[in-house]
């Protein structure tokens, strides 16, 4: 016996296949590439540049040619843990070694712990971290979740706002669609001040990423233990599990990592000379038509 497809499979798989023409078109419209850029453009990361811009091709291509402009000069790959080590020794962010309930890696932002006044430092560290979540991602899985503690946290150190614009400016702009949430935990009533300058930075999309979790209003705690098992959510986000950062140990993890992160980017074969990276090769026709 046969059954005819619902209309929401059908719809479904239109909507899958435009995705698909539009991730080809994007594709074509690049140009040859080389180098880390034919490793950096898959079709996960096109889509997820498409994704950032409603699927509008021009837009998503004018965004994805300026990060393969900023990974080419700044070179987040090549960044290595003992040059952010000193950021990292309060464990004011860092990767938890548990991840949510989709597989996503979590980052741990504990901005109360601020031990340095660097901020290309402090950048530095943050960009090291986002891409060390990455390389941690199952496979198939695309984004990461912040969770972030308040613990501490005052105007007095509070990241200045040129630092939290810069964050939030690669964050949108060189990690599209990486941010599938960042809950803010038990936030201080001061921190209502900072959050109206910080979220008019925020296009839309970041901006429905970001919950507030209060401990005694009920759905906000819900809503993000629907994230995450409360056996692995720590103490401080109202779960179970103690919170220990330890330097030593969490160097150690950053150093084999970083073993692997040079593999990845075949860094351990071709030592970086100052002229390789992220680059789009020069001006030769395109090797394919755009799709019509």
Not at 33 to 57: F, H, I, M, P
Not at 242 to 270: G, P
Not at 284 to 291: G, K, M, Q, R, T
Request: glycine letters at 4%; one cysteine or more; aromatic letters at 10%.
């Amino acid at each position: 016996m046969f059954f005819r497809k619902s209309h929401t499979s059908q719809d479904a798989e239109s909507v899958e296949l435009q995705h698909e023409q539009k991730i080809n078109e994007l594709k074509a419209s690049l140009g040859p590439l080389s180098g880390r850029s034919l490793q950096y453009c898959t079709d996960a990361c096109l889509k997820r540049y498409l994704e950032a811009r409603n699927w509008n091709v021009d837009k998503s291509k004018k965004m994805l040619e300026e990060t393969l402009r900023w990974r080419s000069s700044y070179k987040p790959e090549e960044i290595r843990w003992n040059e952010v080590a000193v950021e990292g020794e309060t464990g004011k962010v860092f990767r938890a070694n548990f991840h949510d309930r989709h597989g996503r890696s979590v980052l741990i932002l504990r901005p109360g712990m601020q031990n340095t006044a660097s901020l290309d430092n402090q950048i530095k560290h943050l960009v090291y971290l986002i891409e060390n979540a990455i390389l941690n991602l199952p496979e198939g899985q695309e984004q990461m979740a912040w969770l972030i503690d308040f613990t501490g946290w005052s105007l007095s150190n509070h990241v200045p706002i040129k630092s939290a614009r810069e964050t939030v400016n690669i964050l949108q702009n060189h990690y599209p669609e990486r941010l599938a949430v960042a809950f803010l935990y038990s936030p201080p009533r001061i921190f209502e001040a900072f959050w109206r300058i910080v979220k008019y930075f925020l296009d839309p999309k970041t901006f429905q990423k970001v919950k507030f979790v209060y401990p005694k209003n009920k759905d906000s705690v819900e809503l993000m233990r629907s994230y995450f098992d409360v056996d692995n959510l720590p103490t401080e986000f109202g779960g179970k599990a103690t919170l220990q950062y330890d330097h030593e140990e969490f160097s150690r993890q950053m150093a084999q990592d970083d073993v692997k992160s040079a593999k990845l980017w075949a860094l351990d074969k071709h030592p970086s000379n100052g002229f390789a990276g992220a680059e789009v090769a020069p001006e030769p026709e395109p090797l394919a038509l755009p799709v019509s």
